[in-house]
């Protein structure tokens, strides 16, 4: 071809700025040209894909849609080669070399005057992600051949920053290859194995080989594309395994094929088991973004509640420009969407298993109930659902069994306002609490709550039903007076006692009262109206030493014989110190019950006493 015969072209001014811009700034991650390229080559099969559905008279009908990238290192050159649509001359001189979006130029102006490092991730947002190549390189070319039959193949040539040039070229295939020399700086991406790591991670699931040399780098197909019923399960469990690095297969998925206000396609899985460090882990991957079937980000959290972190997944929609910076996506309002649109469907799933697979919904909640309960405090928008989701062992369950809070409503007795809980460390240590005692002879169901994350959430919820919940270690719980009063204490005798009991305990305690949820015990701790809850009480100790914790109020059963019996020695000699290391002796139990006895030293020297004197 003759001199004469090649074309060259300025780039306007704000372009020139752009090429500066980018050749100049330093960008954190040179490695997007790749994702670039490929996704470019992506694009332009995609669109010969479906040029061919409608016209076989194309360049090269037949020709295999493939990704082709050589390397050599020794001559430290690269090239990218797709059988995609190719380009014509007006497209190689209005499409690449022009700034698609106005206002890129002054962003990237503000950025670079800011001193912000510019991400090399956002060139892709500009339209203009082919140039980013000119940050691993000083020339580039590239060589294409419109699909168009008897189209002219062109040769397009430039250095970046002032021209390029257009020739024709000797090409006969159809599609685009683009080929340079990398520069000094970054002869990494001549190495074969760096290459193919970074475009594992990328392009998986790029919808077309992607071949390096003879080897093909991408194995797994962008299986969300399928249509449901098309989906092996087989091939699902895989991208599951592949996606997530369990070895299990997965509880169950979700295939969501989202059109209209928001589109988006999804796979979304819910592991079997939860990793051990479920609430520590924050590194702990959640889904993948695609755009357009090509990788964006491996792990985009904005698009899940924090509740519900411990999906894993897929998810691929068209809304988001292609190769969208980390920066963008974060606060893009698509994303917010995305997971309102997921967050409901996953939700419908868990309702759908807890109706129709209740051993499915169960091994679920049991694995990630812990979790999934701290919605409650963030999702207002979902908190009735979630309530509804909520499962509890009760009074009256089997170890193990589990009741929604509306089969407790149903099982409700007559007369019955409120809905009753108690908390502790294990279904065991809750129901040698005392304060069950009440609620066991009349037959009343209490939720106990063992889970560490309940006293978290299930104060908060405030009622059910317009039924409030009600802790029963709490002092103002409203308690039917027991009829059988025959056994019981004289008024006057009664208030003496309970004087003896307040002046022994002094501080220790926020007050005696006598009670009425207490059957076979002698005394019980309860709360007092601004007191918390034992079981977070419990916690803030963990956390903090010194935390000095709320002063509890004694209960005092004045039908137990032992109560009596104090009674007794109180009125035949008040001075009788039987009488004051006994009361000393109910409260440190009752402590020692709740997990905090302070000096379980005197507490066994008293007990050693009293032992001595009733077998004296
Ligand atoms: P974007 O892809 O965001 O539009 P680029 O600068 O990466 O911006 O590409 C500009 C345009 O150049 C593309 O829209 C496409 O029309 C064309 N192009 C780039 N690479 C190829 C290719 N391999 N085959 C065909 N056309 C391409």
Redesign the pocket.
Known sequence: MSEQNVKTFEYKAEMKQLLHLIVHSLYKNPEVFLR??V???S??LNKVRFLRLTNSDIVDSDAELKIKIEIDKEKGTFSIE?T????TED?LVN??GTI?SSGTLEFIQKMNEAKQSIDGSMI?QF?????SVFMVTDEVTVE?RHAEAGSTALKWTSKGENSFSIEESDRTAR??K?SFTLNDEHKQFAEDYNVKSILTKYSNFVDFPLFIGDDKVNTVQALWHKKKDDLKKEEVDEFYKFISNDFQEPLDYLHLAIEGNINFKALLFIPQVAPPNLFMDTREKTLQLYSSKVFIQDDAPELLPDYLRFVKGVVDTEDLP??VSREVTQSSPVMTKIKNVITGKLLTMFEDWAKDDKDKFMKFYNNFGAMFKTGLNSDFTNKERLTELLRFETTKTEKGDMISLSAYVSNMKSGQEEIYYLSGDSRESIERNPNLEYFRKNDIEVLLLSDPVDVFTIPYLFEYDKKQFKSIDKADIKLDDDKDETDKLGEDTKKSLIEVFKETLGDKVEDVVESKRLVESPVTLVVGKEGMDPQLEKMMRMMDQKHAGSKRILEINTGHKLIRNLSRIHIADSSDPVLRKTILQLFEGAMLMEGHLHSPNEFVARMNELLEKATD
Request: proline share 0%.
């Open positions: 670039e390229l996704s470019n080559a694009d332009a797709d995609g649509i190719g380009m497209e499409q690449i698609a892709g339209g203009v992600g082919f140039y294409t599609g685009t683009i292609l190769n």
